[in-house]
């Protein structure tokens, strides 16, 4: 197609103006508008390549995003019996064939004592034998024990005991299961994943699900993932434990050229970039600079560090480099945290094929694009 002098002159004139745009229409920023400024004395932001050479440094720069979580519990083999509890209960059965007995009248052989309900001393009431310590035993252990006080007085008694735990002796499984609920402890080696089964599992549908286990005022956790693969995390219950499983609230966010623009949850305990590029869906074919793909992250004051020990801004502008293959192996290693910003740019020649098109529409010279800029 060839074009009038008048209109060709018009034509640049119209394509140095548009260049000059700050304000281009564009379908995502390219990677010079990003970074725009970052050279300057008082940047509010600084630049940081990912390569083979930065990526040690980074490794060791704080995290971001911790969970308000205090580690997890390991496990600790407990007792395979049940144990008195203060809020137990009892029932006695008291035998003695004395025809002189104290407890017994004539003709009778045994004499119940039902609902025995062990104080906050951790002590029984029984007739003739006042208090009895039973608090922390096993109930075979109470039964030898409350014997032996009834044999000072008695020595053909024989008892039997029915142990009730109570709720010093019960867990509670709050929520993201199939069955929540009040649990008692089988025994004393009843551990988390126990609890789990016996709540009929994790429902399905929860995204990177993480346990969570609250104990004396503090708050433990681990994901599901982990905890399955890793016997010795199968933490030992307590009485009064509560238990609750919740999605993995960390998330980061995706912009730009990318594959889709949205809301990422996390699908596993750590991602990198690489995952990432997946999870949104790669770059666009035919608008994104794969040279350009920036990760924005804010840190907190505290994180921050004078030397390369940790960042020098608290906002921090991580570029990575996806065509080259030490670009690719980086991103590989680079760790995505909660609330980062993953932004694929976009590449200049797009922003220019539309200053172009903007300005033969302008002068009203019919073309497409493809003739311009082949």
């Given at each position: 197609m060839r074009i009038p002098?008048?209109?060709?002159?018009?034509?640049?004139?119209?394509?140095?103006?548009?260049?000059?745009?700050?304000?281009?229409?564009?379908?995502?920023?390219?990677?010079?508008?990003?970074?725009?400024?970052?050279?300057?004395?008082?940047?509010?932001?600084?630049?940081?390549?990912?390569?083979?050479?930065?990526?040690?440094?980074?490794?060791?720069?704080?995290?971001?995003?911790?969970?308000?979580?205090?580690?997890?519990?390991?496990?600790?083999?407990g007792p395979s019996s049940q144990i008195v509890e203060p809020g137990d209960t009892m029932d006695l059965a008291i035998w003695d064939n004395s025809e002189s007995s104290l407890i017994t009248q004539t003709g009778q052989k045994v004499v119940q004592l039902n609902g025995i309900r062990v104080s906050p001393e951790g002590k029984v009431f029984l007739p003739y034998v006042d208090q009895v310590s039973v608090a922390k035993m096993s109930p075979d252990k109470a039964r030898d024990t409350i014997q032996n006080r009834f044999a000072a007085i008695i020595p053909s008694a024989q008892v039997q005991i029915t142990h009730t735990p109570g709720r010093e002796s019960s867990v509670d499984l709050v929520s993201g299961v199939a069955k929540p609920g009040n649990y008692v402890m089988p025994d004393r080696d009843f551990t988390v994943l126990g609890l789990l089964a016996m709540g009929g599992g994790i429902v399905d549908g929860v995204e990177n699900p993480q346990v969570r286990l609250m104990r004396g005022g503090k708050l433990y956790g681990v994901s599901a993932d982990k905890l399955l693969?890793?016997?010795?995390?199968?933490?030992?219950?307590?009485?009064?434990?509560?238990?609750?499983?919740?999605?993995?609230?960390?998330?980061?966010?995706?912009?730009?050229?990318a594959g889709k623009e949205a809301q990422i949850p996390f699908p596993s305990d750590k991602i990198n970039a690489l995952d990432a590029a997946t999870l949104i869906?790669?770059?666009?074919?035919?608008?994104?600079?794969?040279?350009?793909?920036?990760?924005?992250?804010?840190?907190?004051?505290?994180d921050l560090r004078g030397d390369s020990s940790g960042p020098s801004k608290e906002r921090m502008i991580f570029a990575?480099?996806?065509?080259?293959?030490?670009?690719?192996?980086?991103?590989?290693?680079?760790?995505?945290?909660?609330?980062?910003?993953?932004?694929?740019?976009?590449?200049?020649?797009?922003?220019?094929?539309?200053?172009?098109?903007?300005?033969?529409?302008?002068?009203?010279?019919?073309?497409?694009?493809?003739?311009?800029?082949?």
């Open positions: 002098a008048g209109r060709l002159f018009l034509l640049t004139a119209s394509l140095t103006f548009l260049s000059a745009c700050a304000d281009m229409p564009a379908g995502a920023p390219s990677a010079a508008q990003i970074t725009k400024g970052a050279t300057e004395e008082d940047a509010t932001f600084a630049i940081y390549p990912v390569t083979r050479e930065t990526l040690p440094r980074l490794k060791t720069w704080p995290r971001k995003g911790q969970p308000p979580v205090s580690g997890w519990i390991s496990r600790a083999k693969k890793n016997p010795s995390l199968d933490t030992t219950l307590r009485g009064g434990d509560k238990v609750y499983v919740e999605k993995d609230g960390r998330y980061f966010l995706s912009l730009g050229a869906g790669g770059v666009q074919d035919n608008r994104a600079n794969p040279k350009g793909v920036l990760v924005l992250r804010n840190y907190d004051p505290a990575l480099d996806l065509t080259t293959a030490d670009g690719l192996f980086s991103a590989g290693e680079f760790e995505i945290m909660d609330r980062d910003l993953v932004l694929v740019t976009e590449s200049s020649l797009m922003q220019t094929n539309a200053a172009i098109k903007m300005a033969y529409e302008l002068l009203g010279i019919p073309t497409r694009i493809n003739n311009v800029t082949n």
